[in-house]
């Protein structure tokens, strides 16, 4: 089995920063693209931010210049940097990974619990 378990998450006034990480742990063989989406109360979970296993980042624009996505392949961590934070930045953030399990032939998506994030002053 595979797990995807975020921390970080919590309580930050506006313009202030937070630091979310998720680990993968479990039967893996290789990790591929690695992320953050996030999703707001009646809204659709929308992606934030992914990288590569070779370290290529995609950002959403929304957040651009703001927060930085990085990963440790070694720790099978990918964090997320928040910095700037606004009040439309809260929501429950997902963490979420392709994976291929050990002696399988095909990846997976794999999705994190979810962590609160709340902007507010």
């Known amino acids: 089995q595979v797990q995807l378990v975020e921390s970080g998450g919590g309580l930050v006034q506006p313009g202030g920063s937070l630091r979310l990480s998720c680990a993968a742990s479990?039967?893996?063989?290789?990790?591929?693209?690695m992320g953050w989406y996030r999703q707001a109360p009646g809204k659709q979970r929308d992606r934030v931010a992914t990288?590569?296993?070779?370290?290529?980042?995609n950002v959403a624009d929304s957040v651009k210049g703001r927060f930085t996505i990085s990963r440790d392949n070694a720790k099978n961590t990918v964090y997320l940097q928040m910095n700037s934070l606004k009040p439309e930045d809260a929501a429950v953030y997902y963490c979420?990974?392709?994976?291929?399990?050990?002696?399988?032939?095909?990846?997976?998506?794999?999705w994190g619990q979810g962590t609160q994030v709340t902007v507010s002053s």
């Open positions: 990288i590569t296993d070779g370290g290529i980042t």
């Open positions: 979420s990974a392709n994976i291929r399990q050990l002696g399988r032939l095909y990846d997976r998506d794999y």
């Open positions: 479990g039967n893996i063989f290789s990790i591929n693209t």
